[in-house]
Nanobody, 116 residues
Framework: QVQLVESGGGLVQPGGSLRLSCAAS????????MAWYRQAPGKQRELVAV???????NYADSVKGRFTISRDNAKNTGYLQMNSLKPEDTAVYYC??????????WGQGTQVTVSS
């Protein structure tokens, strides 16, 4: 009965910023790790960022230094702050459990388009 709802995507110019949100129901973020994924057309889903329940983070090399994963346990909401966006960041972004953890059904994701 876990539901994940991503939001915050949109159209942004290269170099711009977006903050994605992941609202979770049926789960408590403080007790579970979380991750962000993305999938571009014609490509496999890619792991972007991981936040452990203990607070450690890991990022894909392609986004390291530009993206920041975080959470607000009181709101049971995760975030992905994306700065210095590039056209190659264009994808549908999803939140879910990290690899090696019990996954949930995928939400609809939120579209991020980086274009002039």
């Amino acid at each position: 009965q876990v539901q994940l709802v991503e939001s915050g995507g949109g159209l942004v110019q290269p170099g711009g910023s977006l903050r994605l949100s992941c609202a979770a129901s049926g789960s408590i973020f403080s007790l579970n790790p979380m991750a962000w994924y993305r999938q571009a057309p014609g490509k496999q889903r890619e792991l972007v960022a991981v936040l452990s329940s203990g607070g450690s983070t890991n990022y894909a090399d392609s986004v390291k230094g530009r993206f920041t994963i975080s959470r607000d346990n009181a709101k049971n909401t995760g975030y992905l702050q994306m700065n210095s966006l590039k056209p190659e960041d264009t994808a549908v972004y999803y939140c879910n459990a990290p690899p090696g953890n019990t996954g949930y059904y995928w939400g609809q994701g939120t579209q991020v388009t980086v274009s002039s």
